[in-house]
Structure formats: C-alpha cells, structure tokens
C-alpha cells in the first residue's frame, strides 16, 4: 500500500497519490521508453509521499534497468517520509524545496518526468520567485494564471527533459479538469505547449481515485521525441467507466492500464482510444442573439467543439433557415484538452430519431418570445403559448403549471409564434426521447466539473433553452399527435372508471371486459415480434398451446424464461464493475441461502432474488448522481438509455417477477386435479400479468437487441461486425451490420445497440443450441448442477427439452453466487 493510516497522518492525504493514479503514470511514463535503455533518470518534482516515485523505480529496476531518481517536495514532513521509503535505492536523492521557485537539481537531466502536483493550487507566494525565474529563462511556455498551478509544473518537468538530440524524454502528468478548459493566460501556455509538438496523449481517468478528492482527473503524456508525437495529431483515451469498487474505494483494473499502453505504444484505435488531429482541440465560444415578435432581445452564448466553426453555416444548420439568429461578437478560440467533447456525440440518437420520423428539429431557444422564467407565476393569464418543463429527472412537462408534479424547479416558456402547439411538446417532453432531451440540456448547460448544477440566472437558463432539442414537425401533425395522447390518456382515465364499476356492479364485469378485450387481443402477438428470441419462443409455444392445460404449464415456462433472461442480463451488466458485483453476489448468495434456495438448483425463487439484488444495486449506481456510475452503467448495458436501463431495473419489473413467483408456487406446487375453468382464469391472469410487464418495459428490447456475433471488419470509423439478429419467433436469424468499440466473440450471446462502445456479454445462463429438425436453434435456460454436470432445459421443444453439459462450461457464470 502507498500509505497507511498511521503513516499518513501528520503529512496529509493532499500529498498521497493512490495505487491506480501510481500506476496510471507508470504506464504513461514507460509506455514508450526506449527498450534499449540500461540507464533511465527520473525526476518528480512534487514528490509527496514518493510511492508513485517508488512504483515507477521498482517497475524499472524489475527489468534490470539501472534509475537515479531525483525529487523534491514544498512539504517537510512528506520529502521525510519519501526519503525514508526510497533508503533502499541505491541512486535516490530527496530534497525539501518549492519547486516553482527552486530546482533542487539543476545539473539533472530526465528520461522520465512524473507530475502528481496539487491539483489547482494558487501559486501567488511563489509568484515573486516564478516571476525572476521566468526572467532568467524558465517558463519558457509562459506564466498561467495565478489561480492553478498546474501548467508551471509541467512547463519545468518538459524543461527538464533530455534534449531530443541526447535521446530525448518523456512526461506523465495528473491534471484537474480546469487544467484542461480554462482560457485566459493559462489557455495560452496550453496552446503553446500543442502547438510546439509535445502533446502525446489525454486520458481522462474515472473519479474517485485520489485519497483526498472526488473530482474528475486526467492523465496527460509529453515526449520530445518525434517518434513518440505524432505530426499535429495526439490521441485521446476516455477510461471514465473502467473502475472497479471494493468496500467504497474504486481502482482501475489491470485490462484497462493494458488497453491504455497497448494505445500508447502501437498508436492504434481501441474501444477507448483514437488518434485525432490536434486542431479537434479548438473549442470556439460566442454570443448570439435573436430579437423576437415582441421586440424582445434574448441573448445566450454557444460553445463549440472539435474545431467547428461558428459562422452562418453554422447558425442555419443549427437553428434553421431564417431563424433570425445572429452574431453579436466574434468567437474566441481556446485549446481544450477535455477528450470526452470528442467521443461524446450526445445529440446523435436524438437526431437520428426526429429525422428517421422526417421532423425538422429546433433549438428551444430560436422559438421562445421571452427568457425562460425560473418562478412562473401560477395564475398567468389563460390562452398564452406556455410551456413548463421540470429541471429535474422526475416531473412532467405540462401547460398548466399544476400538472407537472414536479418537486424542484419548474421553467416557464412562452413561445414566439404559432409553430409550436404547447400540449404537442408537453407531450413528447413526456416520452423516453423527450426525457432524455430534457436530460442532456441540463448536464450541458450546467456548471461545475464534479458537482454540475443549472444555475438560475437569465444567462444560464438561455443556455439550457439552447441545450433543449425539440422536433418541430408540420403543425397539423402537432394537433393530430396532441390529439391522439390526449385521447389515449382519456381511455386511461376510463379504464380506471370501468375498473372500479365492476366492484360496484359485479353481475356486469364480464360485460365491461369483453368491450374492451378487442382493442388488446393481438398485443402480445405484435410484442413477440420485438422480444429476444429466447422470450419470444416460449411465448409463441404458450401461444399456440392446443389445451387450457398445455397453455397454463407453458406460460408458467415462458414466465421462467423471461426471468431467467431478465436475471442473466442484469446479473452480466452487474459485473462490469467486479468490485461492487462481488458485494452484489455475497448478498445473493446469503439470501438465498436464508431462503433455502441456491444457484445450484436454480428455481424461479432464485432467479427472482438475483433480479431483486442486481436491480437494487444497479439502481443505488444510477441514483446516486455520480456521473462515472451513470456513464459505467450505461456502458454495461450496450449504451442503452438511462429511460430504458430505469425499466429494466425498477421496483415495479420486480414487484411483478415476485408475484409470479408466488403464483407459480400456488398453480404447480400440487398435483391435484385442477378444473378447467380455473385453469383458463390462471392463463388469463399469467396473459394479464404479461400486458402489465410490457407496459413497464415499453420497446427496451427493440433498443437492446439479442444477437449472435459473426465477422468482423475494421474501417477507418471504426469496427463493423456483422450479427444474426436473434428477435423474435422466426428462425433462421437475419443477419445486420453493427458498429462496435470492442469486439464480440464467436459462439457467444451478446445484447448490443448499433455505435455501442461495449456490447453486453451474456452469461451461459441462457444458450442457443442446435435445434431439433423443426427449426434452427433451441434456447436453453441453465436449471442446476448435479455432480460433475449442469442440466439445460428448453421451454420450446417437448421431446429434447433438456440436455446436459460439463460443470465446467458454467464454472465462470457462478461466480460469487455458489456457495462452495
């Protein structure tokens, strides 16, 4: 460990640096050396505690590599501390000095330059000192602002490199965020350091792994070697969501510092890494303005990214022809080394979806007469085009104030013109695409690195409107779609009174049921055709049952396998993160054990607690507001939307999965005779129950789909591998085109979406096999060990429902949840 409880104490965690940061500037640092060294000098100006140093020695010494390692530290107590950890090193010097103002050695020349410098620290009581230093021909980049120091560290630690004719250098740097984005002075000493053909890579790390502090930290490398650094080009590497959590503490895993050296040191694109041009860096701000019906003047600024420009082209493709929308300054450029503008196209799914429908979309704020009011008043006057939109996860959009049920802030927007029908776009605000545009607005427009939130001034309200994507089809759609949900809302209402008529009038239920049975009879018929194969062909042999007894035994299997599935898919994206799933599993593993059940005979009851415990965990990942769990998880579901992922993992899916289980118990657990007539009741309540999970879980698995892998292509995009499409009841499967970051393997199921990073990986819970004469694959679902084998059963196939296989071949999948 870099520290103990006791060590640490009368230093400080400020001067500690963490196992996953040590190794994070160990792989950037050797990444590239020159294999053929005997001999490597290091200096770490910020020393600290001196573990990152010491890791660093120790990796080369392991090699057989000769280090003299030099560093120093404006603390005391911490260049003590360092001195006694490096006693063993035969050529370790440690000195106590303020590095700004002092170089402690100065006849010392780097291979290898480590900065883990505090992270924004002011440096106004160096600055006398920084100052002369510039003077005399330090800093030769430049002075940055006061307020961070960061830039002076590495401006020294390239100065105190290997001249590239000796052989050159290279440096590895732990930066904040602001390090990367702030303009001014500190902005020019960036630009100037790109520019002079230093940068080699920017790796945005997860957060949470510094002793000391929770905000967002990036790995930069530098080489002076022409070799290293690429001409105008550098690469970006996002490893936001590769971290693991053991007991609250989060670290990075061993396969993603490999992914990151294999980038660094072959220059070749992987799932998170790709070589970009630096002029991608170029982030342009400017100020537009619009002047509305009224005569009104709204104001806002608009940010741009990977070098686009901001001129008229810009402003028709982005607000529309004729918008009205103008330039009221030039826009300033700035070097903006945040890699996750580059890999993250956030407006691409939304945009696809509005074109795919032939809607022209809209910025909000190219269409409001006014700003945004933070505090509508709740008795504005009827008849006006307004519009109130929750800042907040929860809440509906609505025209009337009181509709939105919301608990935090509303915004209240009144509309420029006649364009918009205000109860269409409350409407489609409501939908998962709407949401998730009401989403992106708010983490766009917010402030902070760490801890974002949207202001309330006028300013930043304009910013969110400007966020805010919104379809703006042709008028008479608007009406027909707000029409037709309002109608649809009022069947809603009806079926409630209808529902409640039955209990006052009994005699007249089966009545109120057969007039509105025909609206629903081919629901789940047309549903089947977006399930995952597995699903949807133990529904269709429920379906196409012959008896009221058949039927019963072959939806309580189909309601097997939909747990079954629904459990392996969360229990797969659960183990993305090792850490917190191997808490996640000890849990199910005591409450099954409490309950008498267990993986080895995997009951409904099994499957039914591991969906419980998965969700609870998923969901507390998601709740918690840390954008790293966020973007983890979304990350383990193939990308899917944070709406979808909600109705997978709600309280509701796992409400329903426990009532089936109780039923399930009821109807099977005997074997007395069982009348016709309360078989055909239990089939309609497993059929009603199936109406009510396709409700919770709307079009999720037309989002997710199942597929089984085949050939790969790399293109200059990216990688594009082609995938049968196991949906639905009809087989043999079609095969589609997917982009992917990473690639699947052969013989496996996979969950993916097309521009998925990281398709999901299911377990061997749920297997396509070679099918019977009748068709081309059999699904079958794992059912429990017995001795050196596993049984498989398939609720398809009568006569080969169940097969066995070697325990072996599921050894894996159980990971935590065995009990030996």
């Known amino acids: 460990m870099p520290y103990s409880d006791m060590g640490r104490g009368p230093v400080g965690l400020e001067h500690a640096t963490s196992v996953s940061l040590a190794r994070a500037l160990a792989v950037g640092g050797l990444s590239r050396l020159e294999p053929s060294l005997t001999a490597v000098d290091v200096w770490d100006p910020a020393a600290g505690l001196g573990f990152a140093g010491f890791l660093l020695v120790e990796a080369l010494q392991s090699s057989g590599v000769e280090v003299r390692y030099r560093g120093q530290d404006i603390n005391e107590a911490a260049a003590s501390a360092s001195l006694r950890r490096f006693e063993a090193v035969h050529d370790a010097e ?24 505090p992270w924004g620290m002011d440096w106004r009581q160096s600055a006398t000192a920084v100052e002369a230093r510039h003077r005399a021909g330090a800093f030769g980049f430049g002075l940055p602002q006061r307020s961070d120091s960061t830039w002076l560290f590495i401006s020294l630690a390239l100065e105190k490199l290997r001249p590239a004719k000796q052989g050159g250098g290279r ?98 694109s992987g799932p998170r890494n790709r070589t970009i041009s630096t002029r991608q860096f170029t982030r342009r701000d400017a100020r537009l303005s619009r002047t509305t019906s009224e005569s009104t003047q709204l104001s806002w600024r608009v940010t741009t990214y990977n070098d686009t420009a901001i001129d008229g082209r810009f402003l028709e493709a982005r607000y529309g022809p004729d918008s009205g929308v103008s330039l009221t300054e030039e826009p300033r450029e700035t070097v903006d080394l945040d890699p996750s ?100 607005a708010i983490d766009n427009a917010s402030s902070g690195h760490h801890l974002k939130a949207l202001r309330s001034d006028a300013n930043s309200l304009m910013r969110w409107a400007d966020e805010l994507l919104i ?52 629901s789940l018929t047309s549903w089947l055709d977006q399930l995952p194969y597995p699903i949807a062909s133990a529904l269709w042999t429920a379906e196409s049952a012959h008896s009221v007894g058949e039927q019963q035994r072959a939806y309580l299997h189909a309601w097997e396998a939909i747990v079954t599935f629904h459990a392996t898919v969360l229990l797969s994206a659960s183990r993305s993160d090792p850490g917190s799933s191997s808490e996640t599993e000890a849990a199910i593993r005591q409450t099954l054990h409490e309950q008498h059940l267990g993986i080895e005979k995997a009951s409904l009851g099994t499957w039914v607690v591991i969906v419980e415990k998965t969700s609870k965990s998923l969901r507390s990942a998601l709740e918690n507001g840390d954008a790293d769990d966020v973007a983890r998880v979304r990350r383990a579901f193939a990308d899917l939307g944070r709406a979808g992922i909600e109705r997978l993992i709600s309280k509701d899916v796992v409400k329903k999965f426990n009532e089936l289980n109780g039923k399930r118990n009821r109807w099977s657990g005997h074997t007395g005779y069982t009348p016709e007539q309360e078989l055909r009741t239990q089939v309609d309540s497993l059929v009603s129950d199936l109406r009510e999970l396709r409700g919770l879980l709307g079009n999720v698995w037309a989002q997710l789909v199942l597929v089984r892998p085949g050939s790969a292509k790399r293109r200059r995009d990216g990688l594009v591998q082609t995938a049968e499409v196991a949906v639905g009841t009809r087989t043999p499967f079609a095969a589609r085109e997917f982009a992917v970051g990473e690639h699947m393997y052969d013989d496996e199921l996979y969950l993916v979406r097309d521009g998925s990073q990281s398709p999901l990986r299911l377990g061997h819970f749920v297997q396509l096999r070679a099918a019977p004469s009748s068709a081309q694959f059999t699904t079958y679902f794992y059912n429990r060990t017995e001795g050196t084998s596993v049984r498989m059963v398939s609720y398809q196939y009568g006569l080969e429902s169940e097969l066995e296989d070697d325990v072996e071949s599921l050894r894996a999948d159980f990971g935590g949840l065995a009990l030996s």
């Open 94 to 117: 440690i000195a106590h000095a303020d590095t700004l103002a002092h170089d402690a050695f100065e006849d010392f020349s780097a291979d290898l330059v480590i900065v883990d410098a």
């Open 341 to 440: 503008r580059v890999f993250r196209e956030d407006a691409r799914e939304l945009l696809r979806d509005m074109a795919a429908k032939g809607w022209p979309s809209r910025r909000l704020s190219s269409l409001l007469a006014r700003e945004p009011d933070a505090a509508p008043d709740p008795n504005h006057e009827k008849g006006e085009r307004r519009l109130f939109v929750p800042t907040s996860w929860g809440g509906r959009a609505a025209t009337e104030l009181s509709e939105t049920n919301a608990g935090g802030r509303v915004l209240a927007m009144q509309f420029d013109d006649d364009s918009v029908y205000p109860p269409f776009m409350a409407a489609w605000l409501n939908s998962e695409q709407g949401v998730a545009s009401r989403l992106r």
């Open 171 to 268: 440096v590895a740097a732990l930066v904040n965020p602001g390090a990367l984005s702030s303009g001014g002075a500190t902005g020019g000493v960036r630009q100037r350091i790109v520019d002079a053909g230093l940068l080699e890579s920017v790796t945005r790390l997860p957060d949470g792994l510094a002793p000391n502090t929770e905000i967002p930290l990036y790995l930069l490398t530098f080489s002076n070697r022409a070799e290293d650094v690429g001409r105008d080009t550098a690469m970006i590497a996002d490893l936001q969501t590769m971290f693991t959590t053991e007991q609250g503490r989060r670290s990075i895993p061993v396969e993603a510092f490999h992914e990151l050296e294999s980038g660094l040191r072959t220059k070749k």
């Open 471 to 522: 379809p703006v089809p042709d008028l008479s759609v608007q009406l027909a779609l707000a029409s037709a949900d309002e109608r649809l809302s009022s069947f809603q209402a009806d079926l409630g009174t209808r529902r409640a008529s039955i209990w006052s009038s009994p005699e007249s239920a089966e009545e109120v049921v057969s007039k509105v049975a025909g609206a629903f009879d081919d």
